[in-house]
């Protein structure tokens, strides 16, 4: 106790009773148990999400610091608009402008990277019970903004080229009413699934038809290994979609710099959310990330990052055809981070983390990626854009050997 | 048209019936009309919060961020921990511990800015129609956080030395029941007042008699001019009280750095709102402050602030003697950037501000702090940080200039 002090001792405090309601849906996940065994040295992840960091552009992104600092400084480490920095608004609305789309800064809000738009769009969009249709699988992130508003899910199958847009007037009939209806075009997490341009416009028309919001959620739309770029919703049908990306996966996560754009006015409703969010994005991460641009390094870079990328899937399917046995089957990415994989049924994928651990490799089990993780148990998630080649084949190989021996153990299990 | 593109005109849709119900808290406020006529060149605004930005260590932040990039880029520009990064929450922990409390790396989320743990405090513990209990003014930035959860709000009025304690267990004698009670005791924005050591008791003893959980808002406490350095509500009580500091008015608000300290159940708690909110702060920014820390620089630069403030605050009281009609009344802040003032009750701030900005000269009207916008119609809000000395000067005279002349203009309209 100091001579200053009054003693007054710790007492008890019970928080729980504070608690808003909507946290009960905010409770720690099987997954985020299952994931904090990751945590572990040598281990061979392709559970994560992370962009290969041995690419990034660390001395380009110094000298654009340095200008920034140099030319700037004082903008820079001050507050700034809710919006976003012009010269990024800028770069952003004209990379996504075509002939027949005119984009300005104004359609345009930058933010905390890609999850905080997910986030203000639940603020903007979701209330209690709200229906959000979406993709079965789907991206877990999505999730946990829109558990927090208490969001119900009505889920809608995949194939190989993405949502079954047709499943989506059947589901209306149904009675079901979206409040808005999310979807990954491009390289789907976790699926790995690309939807080709017919249906594309297929689910424009039944939006139009049916009065339907969209969201397009296109963190890796640049990173394509192979075929033509596919036009976005946003360009089909930008009256009623919200699309949203990243500098993430084109430059590097360490920034936090994502965007959302959409309507004008619908942009304004995102600044007055995102007031009382954060105020705004980090200005010198913004002014940082602008130079950058300017300079013209991410179409050279997202050059790089997509031979590697490609190399690293290629490998990882060579692996997969090499050393899975029977029964299993996977998606083939066009780009992107990650593909989906279906093992015989007869293997909890989540139930098998732990053993695959000890073998010293990790995934994302399935589940994670359903609403309310009521599916995918013989799925999982693997990335291929963080580990080496040499480390995803013998990641992919003891998968494999991993696999063996559950259905070994389950065909035991049975003869017992 | 392209010759690849189907084509499909532009429709009309209906945003307004998608939108979530909260956001009706979330309309543009009148405050906001008034304050965009202050973007415009020439005025000597004291309605912003802007630290000086002569002040930027603009040098020592460039050396920092070439330090990180060269020794560890990799991880700098990488996803990161939804705690924050490691060095950082032990420079916090450490700088907030005292040899009765012991504050470690656990207890600190570090956030998107101040502004984020208001938001995430927001999302934790205020269900629809919760009651907050704050001082009255408060921050407007709380409010803006809270309005969107649709908290309601019971106000606590307040003297020269802050909150009025006593009034706390009169109102839960009528009935309120506070979910949280909202304090800033060093240098309260927009109020400009200290709570003194006995004040801070007394509070922490009520809170516990009657069970309340503290918010502990505390932007400007390293800015303290005159007077000792006087204990935290977290020091006193910390099994109660969630802290809210910031890298803004210490180092720059450029970087959005703020953090929570709390008990460690409840930083996992923020960890899992955050989390869906925007999955982690920038790590660049964070390991760029935690190098910038690590110099040493901070206390150093601190020294500087509160020698500069303290010149403006002093040339703005000065100012306020020589140039202000009778009848108004101001607080005398030891500390921080604001101070509070009240004019005769025949001026109302808010329909003046048009014809201050015609005199070249603005200021954030009362009400905007006021839950509602229902009170301080003849207070103002003056901020002492951004604009140097001779401004200071002329925009107090001006500011003398505008409230003789509505004070003479309301008497020819009572003449009438």
Not at 131 to 145: D, F, I, N, R
Not at 208 to 222: F, N, Q, S, T
Not at 390 to 416: C, M, N, T
């Amino acid at each position: 106790m100091l001579h200053d002090e009054p003693h007054m001792p710790l007492r008890a405090f019970d928080w729980d009773s504070r608690m808003a309601q909507r946290t009960s849906g905010m409770k720690s996940s099987i997954i985020r148990e299952l994931l904090k065994l990751i945590q572990q040295p040598d281990i061979i992840s392709f559970a994560g999400g992370l962009p290969a960091p041995e690419l990034f552009p660390i001395k380009e992104i110094e000298a654009a610091c340095q200008r920034v600092l140099e030319t700037n400084g004082a903008r820079a480490l001050q507050y700034g608009q809710t919006e976003g920095e012009e010269p990024l608004r800028s770069y952003l609305a004209e990379s996504m402008s075509r002939p027949d789309l005119r984009v300005e800064p104004e359609n345009v809000l930058i933010t905390n990277g890609s999850q905080q738009a997910l986030d203000l769009i639940g603020k903007l969009f979701v209330d209690t019970d709200s229906c959000v249709m979406t993709s079965e699988p789907t991206y877990l992130g999505a999730l946990q903004a829109w558990n927090v508003y208490e969001a119900c899910y009505v889920t809608v199958p995949q194939d190989d080229d993405g949502i079954l847009v047709e499943e989506i007037p059947r589901l209306l009939a149904e009675g079901w009413k979206p409040r808005l209806v999310y979807v990954l075009p491009n390289f789907h997490n976790p699926a790995g699934t690309t939807m080709p341009l017919e249906r594309r416009v297929r689910l424009v028309e039944i939006a139009r038809e049916h009065d339907l919001m969209l969201i397009e959620d296109d963190p890796y739309g640049e990173l394509r290994f192979e075929g033509e770029e596919i036009t976005h919703l946003y360009r089909l049908a930008p009256e009623r979609t919200i699309y949203l990306s990243t500098f993430s996966k084109t430059l590097a996560p360490g920034f936090r710099l994502g965007a959302v754009t959409a309507p004008k006015a619908i942009v304004r409703k995102f600044v007055q959310a995102k007031q009382g969010a954060d105020l705004n994005t980090a200005v010198f991460s913004q002014l940082v990330v602008a130079e950058v641009c300017r300079s013209g390094l991410i179409p050279r870079h997202v050059q790089t990052i997509r031979r590697v990328y490609r190399e690293r899937r290629d490998a990882m399917l060579a692996a997969m055809e090499e050393y899975w046995p029977e029964g299993c089957a996977w998606t083939r990415p066009h780009g992107g981070l990650f593909l989906w994989a279906r093992v015989p049924e007869s293997i909890n994928t989540g139930e098998m983390l732990p053993r695959a651990v000890a073998r010293k490799v990790a995934y994302v089990p399935g589940m994670a990626f359903y609403p309310g993780e009521k599916g995918g148990f013989n799925a999982m998630r693997l990335n291929f854009s963080y580990a080496g080649v040499p480390e995803i084949q013998e990641g992919i190989r003891r998968l494999g050997d991993a696999f063996k021996a559950e259905l070994a153990g389950s065909a035991v299990a049975v003869g017992r």
